[in-house]
C-alpha cells in the first residue's frame, strides 16, 4: 500500500508576506529548528523516500528528513507554490483584499477565477494532480513524504479525497507550517489517516501556535 505524508514546508524567513512561486525565499531560524524536530519524528515512519517542490523552501525542509531517514531527496518541480502575481511581497490579510475574494469566488463555484498572473483553482489542480499522481506511480507501494506548499496541499485534498470540493476551502481547515496528512492509497481512492496535524515535537516549539499567517494562509 503506498502511504503518502502530504506537508507543508517550515516556516519561511518572512512569514507576514505573500510569496508565490515568484519568490525563492528560505526558513527563518524557527522554520530550520521545525525542520530538524519533524525530521526527528518522521524517521520512524521509515519513509522510503522524500520528495519536495525545488523551491528553497521546500526542499530545505525536505532535506533534514531525508537525511535523517537515509533515504533520497527527490524534486518535482511541478509541485512549486501557486503563481500569486501582484500579490507577491505584499502583506498578507485574511480580513479582505484579493486573496480572501479569491477564495470566496472558488468556494463559490468560480473555480476558474483569477487574477492577472496568478493561477486559478482550475489552473493549479491541472498542474497539480499529474504532479501528485506521477510522485505516487514512482514510488508505488512506497512510504513517502512529500513537501509542498500550503495552497499546494489545499488544492491536492480538495481534489484527490472524495469527501472534499473546491467549496469546502474553509471547512477543510488551516495548513499549518509542516502540518502532516496521511494519505493510503486503496486502490480506487486516497483515504486520509491524518488530517492537517502538526507533529508535537513541532508544535511545542511554539507551544502549540501554529506558525504561518491567518487561517486561510497562502503558504
Given at each position: 500500500?503506498?502511504?503518502?505524508?502530504?506537508?507543508?514546508?517550515?516556516?519561511?524567513?518572512?512569514?507576514?508576506?505573500?510569496?508565490?512561486?515568484?519568490?525563492?525565499?528560505?526558513?527563518?531560524?524557527l522554520?530550520?529548528?521545525?525542520?530538524?524536530?519533524?525530521?526527528?519524528?518522521?524517521?520512524?515512519?521509515?519513509?522510503?523516500?522524500?520528495?519536495s517542490?525545488?523551491?528553497?523552501?521546500?526542499r530545505?525542509?525536505?532535506a533534514?528528513?531525508?537525511?535523517?531517514?537515509?533515504?533520497?531527496?527527490v524534486?518535482?518541480?511541478?509541485?512549486?507554490?501557486?503563481?500569486?502575481?501582484?500579490?507577491?511581497?505584499?502583506?498578507?490579510?485574511?480580513?479582505?483584499?484579493?486573496?480572501?475574494?479569491?477564495?470566496?469566488?472558488?468556494?463559490?463555484?468560480?473555480?476558474?477565477?483569477?487574477?492577472?498572473?496568478?493561477?486559478?483553482?482550475?489552473?493549479?489542480?491541472e498542474r497539480?494532480?499529474?504532479?501528485?499522481?506521477?510522485?505516487?506511480?514512482?514510488?508505488?507501494?512506497?512510504?513517502?513524504?512529500?513537501?509542498?506548499?500550503?495552497?499546494?496541499?489545499?488544492?491536492l485534498?480538495?481534489?484527490?479525497?472524495?469527501?472534499?470540493?473546491?467549496?469546502?476551502?474553509?471547512?477543510?481547515?488551516?495548513?499549518?507550517?509542516?502540518?502532516?496528512?496521511?494519505?493510503?492509497?486503496?486502490?480506487?481512492?486516497?483515504?486520509?489517516?491524518?488530517l492537517?496535524?502538526?507533529?508535537?515535537?513541532?508544535?511545542?516549539?511554539?507551544d502549540?501556535t501554529?506558525?504561518?499567517?491567518?487561517?486561510?494562509?497562502?503558504?
Amino acid at each position: 500500500m503506498t502511504t503518502i505524508w502530504l506537508t507543508r514546508h517550515a516556516e519561511t524567513a518572512v512569514p507576514t508576506v505573500f510569496h508565490g512561486a515568484e519568490s525563492d525565499i528560505g526558513l527563518s531560524a524557527l522554520g530550520r529548528r521545525q525542520a530538524d524536530r519533524a525530521a526527528a519524528w518522521f524517521r520512524p515512519f521509515a519513509p522510503t523516500a522524500v520528495v519536495s517542490s525545488a523551491m528553497t523552501r521546500a526542499r530545505d525542509t525536505a532535506a533534514p528528513i531525508a537525511a535523517a531517514a537515509g533515504v533520497p531527496h527527490v524534486i518535482e518541480p511541478d509541485l512549486h507554490e501557486r503563481r500569486v502575481g501582484i500579490l507577491s511581497g505584499t502583506a498578507f490579510s485574511s480580513a479582505g483584499g484579493p486573496w480572501p475574494d479569491t477564495i470566496n469566488r472558488w468556494t463559490a463555484g468560480e473555480t476558474d477565477f483569477t487574477m492577472a498572473g496568478a493561477e486559478s483553482f482550475d489552473q493549479l489542480r491541472e498542474r497539480l494532480v499529474p504532479a501528485f499522481c506521477r510522485v505516487a506511480e514512482s514510488f508505488a507501494g512506497g512510504r513517502l513524504v512529500v513537501v509542498a506548499h500550503g495552497v499546494v496541499c489545499k488544492v491536492l485534498l480538495l481534489t484527490l479525497l472524495r469527501e472534499y470540493t473546491p467549496a469546502d476551502w474553509l471547512r477543510l481547515g488551516r495548513v499549518a507550517n509542516l502540518s502532516v496528512t496521511e494519505l493510503a492509497w486503496e486502490g480506487e481512492n486516497w483515504r486520509v489517516r491524518r488530517l492537517l496535524e502538526v507533529p508535537p515535537p513541532v508544535a511545542a516549539l511554539t507551544d502549540g501556535t501554529p506558525t504561518g499567517v491567518g487561517e486561510k494562509s497562502q503558504g
